[in-house]
């Protein structure tokens, strides 16, 4: 059974830090990037970062470029989002996803595999 379970959301002050986790399993971690989407409410969903396990490349979107960052333990099969500098515009439902690195960078959400999402809340 394919599962991606996300941990780490909460809500957090203007300026501060959040650590998402997202744990993979069923199937190969080398196979896909991985990272996150968000979504807003009342917004489209949009793809945050992802990281290539296979090769270590990752992508971010231009509005967290220098704030957050991905990373993978491939032993633990689990990838990391550090979120610093956390504005009130980051609040959002954050979605693990499994699929082309491609895909995440151009923004496609059509990925292979979602995790349930997990709520960031950033108050201003």
């Known amino acids: 059974e394919v599962q991606l379970v996300e941990s780490g959301g909460g809500l957090v002050q203007a300026g501060g830090s959040l650590r998402l986790s997202c744990a993979v399993s069923g199937f190969t971690f080398d196979d896909y990037a991985i990272g996150w989407f968000r979504q807003a409410p009342g917004k489209e969903r949009e793809g945050v970062s992802c990281i290539s396990s296979s090769d270590g490349r990752t992508y971010y979107a231009n509005s967290v470029k220098g704030r957050f960052t991905i990373s993978s333990d491939n032993a633990k099969n689990t990838v990391y989002l550090q979120m610093n500098s956390l504005k009130p515009e980051d609040t959002a439902v954050y979605y693990c996803?499994?699929?082309?690195?491609?895909?995440?960078?151009?923004?496609?959400?059509?990925?292979?595999?979602w995790g349930k999402g997990a709520l960031v809340t950033v108050s201003s």
């Open positions: 996803a499994a699929g082309s690195f491609f895909s995440f960078a151009a923004n496609d959400d059509a990925m292979d595999y």
